[in-house]
């Protein structure tokens, strides 16, 4: 349980607030690169950490996130025209480029040179692997991106998928770190005789109670929860939280998965996720295979045909109003345990239902809630050692920290897990040894 003002500083991320501060010392993914397809494309409008934006592709292909209203009289540059490297107001026809620059005020006098003294607030942009990361903070050189594994593959490995949530960044993010929920929520009904013995699906349907060792690391907070498997052994399941809004979850196999999470406020009541993983075709996936995909088959990606205001982007079909698409008769009937269809919505129901902000001063936690109560901690204790001592928020100046995996695995009964995984958790290293066919099916 939180106190008011605890909730309140984790939470607020708009211009201004505590945490807002904090999470602009760090890159963050703002869209995903084929949002903007082309040079010259059409603007779009991104609203990022409270702010509202306008993101476009110039004519060389750079990307800009600049102010959404235009320094002349606040039109709006979501209407402007993308035209010969740089973004033109339609009302009196100023120029900005992905700098910020005002580059052209046509309405004054060709002599005047106004233009000069001003400048769009924009922030620095940089692409790579899918994903366009913006540096919002106060450095005139921003720092290094993270080290993420799945944002750094070759061309044609990765894959970059994003749906839109209708709550607070973090009671999303904490559906990931809170590994007790899936067996209910996602497996509720699964029958141990539809498994497959020896697999990691086989334990975790004849076990729904892990016990969790959760410890602090240089990148955030860790966990290996266990449940028994066969006499001697034990699955074991690893997963992350890394700062300020990431996660690794422990889905497949511990040293062959390979995806990063992020929960990426837009303002305080609705969050971007934004899922990069490394194509594993070979793999079992289940979880959400397909959804926020917006070059897939719509019928599979669930994605809401996209609209052009501040949240038309990657939105669900199946959302709160339509109590997504719940089928009672199948929960009744035992064939699902939510009713709900696919773990991606059964995830967004669950959290979104939690209230636009969750009130964690009126919870009840238990023992497999602590992964949730130490990332709390260690997330409030960042802020506040950046605000009362200026430290440097954990990772800013580190991108390596982020070179880790999580996942499931097998160790003998009296192993050391975190001795015994070293190697597995590291990035960047090759396992074909590993055989994913333990996994079964997973459905996170
Ligand atoms: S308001 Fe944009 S040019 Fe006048
Ligand atoms: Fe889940």
């Known amino acids: 349980m939180?106190?008011?003002?605890?909730?309140?500083?984790?939470?607020?991320?708009?211009?201004?607030?505590?945490?807002?501060?904090?999470?602009?010392?760090y890159w963050v993914p703002a869209l995903v690169s084929t949002e903007l397809a082309e040079p010259d494309c059409p603007p779009v409008r991104v609203k990022l950490l409270g702010e509202e934006l306008i993101a476009f592709r110039d004519t060389s292909g750079q990307v800009g996130l600049i102010a959404a209203n235009c320094q002349h009289r606040g039109a709006s540059l979501f209407f402007g025209r993308n035209e010969e490297r740089g973004l033109r107001c339609v009302y009196h026809g100023w120029k900005y480029d992905v700098t910020g620059a005002c580059v052209d005020m046509p309405n004054e006098p060709p002599e005047s040179n106004f233009k000069t003294k001003i400048r769009a607030m924009a922030y620095a942009c940089r692409e790579r692997g899918g994903v366009v990361w913006a540096y919002m903070g106060p450095r005139?050189?921003?720092?290094?991106?993270?080290?993420?594994?799945?944002?750094?593959?070759?061309?044609?490995?990765?894959?970059?998928?994003?749906?839109?949530?209708?709550?607070?960044?973090?009671?999303?993010?904490?559906?990931?770190?809170?590994?007790?929920?899936?067996?209910?929520?996602?497996?509720?009904?699964?029958?141990?005789?539809?498994?497959?013995?020896?697999?990691?699906?086989?334990?975790?349907?004849?076990?729904?109670?892990?016990?969790?060792n959760v410890l602090d690391t240089d990148f955030g907070t860790m966990y290996?929860?266990?449940?028994?498997?066969?006499?001697?052994?034990?699955?074991?399941?690893?997963?992350?939280?890394?700062?300020?809004?990431?996660?690794?979850?422990?889905?497949?196999l511990l040293g062959h998965q390979v995806h990063i999470r992020a929960w990426v406020p837009m303002d305080d009541t609705h969050m971007m996720f934004i899922y990069m993983d490394k194509r594993q075709e070979r793999e079992v996936r289940s979880r959400g295979a397909g959804v926020g995909d917006e070059s897939a088959d719509p019928r599979r990606t669930q994605l809401a045909p996209r609209t052009t205001d501040w949240y038309g982007r990657f939105r669900l079909r199946p959302n709160l109003s339509n109590d997504y698409?719940?089928?009672?008769?199948?929960?009744?009937?035992?064939?699902?345990?939510?009713?709900?269809?696919?773990?991606?919505?059964?995830?967004?129901?669950?959290?979104?239902?939690?209230?636009?902000?969750?009130?964690?001063?009126?919870?009840?936690?238990?023992?497999?809630?602590?992964?949730?109560?130490?990332?709390?901690?260690?997330?409030?204790?960042?802020?506040?050692?950046?605000?009362?001592?200026?430290?440097?928020?954990?990772?800013?100046?580190?991108?390596?920290?982020?070179?880790?995996?999580?996942?499931?695995?097998?160790?003998?009964?009296?192993?050391?897990?975190?001795?015994?995984?070293?190697?597995?958790?590291?990035?960047?290293?090759e396992h074909p040894e590993l055989d994913p066919a333990i996994v079964g099916l997973d459905r996170g």
């Open 2 to 25: 939180l106190s008011v003002e605890e909730n309140e500083l984790l939470c607020r991320v708009g211009p201004g607030t505590e945490m807002g501060a904090f999470m602009r010392q």
């Open 140 to 212: 005139r050189e921003p720092p290094p991106l993270p080290d993420f594994e799945a944002n750094m593959l070759p061309e044609g490995q990765w894959r970059v998928t994003a749906t839109m949530r209708e709550c607070n960044y973090l009671q999303a993010l904490e559906g990931d770190i809170d590994t007790s929920h899936s067996p209910f929520l996602h497996s509720g009904t699964d029958r141990v005789e539809d498994t497959r013995p020896g697999t990691f699906q086989y334990y975790r349907v004849q076990n729904r109670s892990p016990r969790f």
């Open 224 to 252: 290996g929860a266990h449940i028994g498997a066969e006499a001697d052994s034990e699955y074991w399941r690893i997963a992350c939280y890394l700062f300020p809004f990431y996660t690794i979850i422990p889905q497949g």
């Open 325 to 429: 698409f719940v089928d009672r008769e199948k929960q009744q009937r035992k064939l699902s345990f939510s009713g709900i269809e696919g773990v991606a919505i059964q995830d967004k129901a669950a959290t979104e239902s939690q209230g636009l902000i969750s009130d964690r001063t009126k919870e009840h936690l238990v023992s497999s809630d602590a992964m949730i109560i130490r990332t709390r901690q260690r997330l409030i204790q960042a802020a506040r050692a950046f605000h009362e001592k200026g430290l440097v928020p954990p990772g800013v100046d580190d991108p390596d920290v982020y070179r880790v995996r999580g996942g499931g695995v097998i160790l003998p009964k009296d192993a050391d897990w975190l001795k015994s995984t070293e190697e597995l958790r590291r990035g960047f290293v």
